[in-house]
């Protein structure tokens, strides 16, 4: 899913040096988890409106690219890829809220847990409402209980995968080809998915690191 998100930014140049500064990988592992964790404690410990605001509008104005150096390469259950993985939904709904919006309105109609309870999403779940439930998801990595956040972008993911599971049988006749792109979304969003409640069970118990 982290194709395409290449819009040009501009890293600080202390990022820069760490990242490229020739450090072996523990080095750059280590830096990498100790930024996550910088950030986190230091928002947490006093979540500024402001700050918090700069942060959830981020790659609005910066692109996905710093964040992307930073910690994309991190381990899918650690805390910097659990940070990457809220980033990358939100910048994928925000580049089409329609699409998602109608992928994720499928998916509550099928699905069967209680997954759509979790997301919190208004209904009904339109463009807007969607932009609105990743703004909060985010919002809630700074502000709220970590965890809920990542259930609840966790169930976002499982109601997606569900929904572009059912457009891709609805399409199979008429277009492969989409169907093929929306079956591997949906296998996407269910890796992501996976990814994201492993992080929440390590949350709570303090592992997450």
Same mark, same amino acid.
């Given at each position: 899913?982290?194709?395409?998100?290449?819009? +040009?930014?501009?890293?600080? +140049?202390?990022m820069?040096?760490?990242?490229?500064?020739?450090?072996? %990988?523990?080095?750059?592992?280590?830096? !990498?988890?100790?930024?996550?964790?910088?950030?986190?404690?230091?928002?947490?410990?006093? %979540?500024? +409106?402001?700050?918090?605001?700069?942060?959830?509008?981020?790659?609005?104005?910066?692109?996905?690219?710093?964040?992307?150096?930073?910690?994309?390469?991190?381990? +899918?259950?650690?805390?910097?890829?659990?940070?990457?993985?809220?980033?990358?939904?939100?910048?994928?709904i /925000?580049?089409?809220?329609?699409?998602?919006?109608?992928?994720?309105?499928?998916?509550?109609?099928?699905?069967?847990?209680?997954? %759509?309870?979790?997301?919190?999403?208004?209904?009904? !779940?339109? %463009?807007?409402?969607?932009?609105?439930?990743?703004?909060?998801?985010?919002?809630?990595?700074?502000?709220?209980?970590?965890?809920?956040?990542?259930? /609840?972008?966790?169930?976002?993911?499982?109601?997606?995968?569900?929904?572009?599971?059912?457009?891709?049988?609805?399409?199979d006749?008429?277009?492969?080809?989409d169907?093929? /792109?929306?079956?591997?979304?949906?296998? /996407?969003?269910?890796?992501?998915?996976?990814?994201?409640?492993?992080?929440?069970?390590?949350?709570?118990?303090?592992?997450?690191?």
């Open positions: 899913m982290t194709e395409g998100f290449h819009r +040009p930014t501009k890293l600080p +140049p202390s820069l040096e760490a990242i490229q500064g020739g450090l072996d %990988p523990e080095a750059v592992s280590r830096i !990498t988890h100790e930024t996550a964790v910088a950030l986190l404690t230091r928002v947490r410990a006093d %979540p500024d +409106p402001a700050v918090v605001d700069r942060l959830v509008t981020y790659t609005d104005e910066h692109g996905i690219d710093a964040i992307a150096e930073l910690w994309s390469h991190a381990s +899918p259950r650690s805390l910097p890829g659990a940070l990457w993985r809220i980033y990358l939904l939100r910048l994928l /925000r580049q089409d809220p329609v699409g998602t919006s109608f992928s994720f309105q499928r998916g509550t109609e099928l699905i069967t847990t209680v997954d %759509p309870v979790i997301a919190g999403a208004a209904e009904p !779940t339109g %463009p807007e409402e969607i932009i609105v439930l990743a703004d909060q998801i985010l919002r809630g990595l700074y502000t709220g209980d970590f965890a809920i956040a990542l259930e /609840r972008a966790a169930s976002f993911c499982r109601i997606n995968a569900v929904g572009c599971t059912s457009l891709a049988n609805d399409r006749a008429l277009d492969p080809a169907a093929a /792109r929306l079956t591997t979304k949906a296998a /996407r969003f269910s890796t992501i998915a996976e990814e994201l409640a492993g992080c929440a069970r390590l949350w709570r118990t303090d592992s997450l690191d």
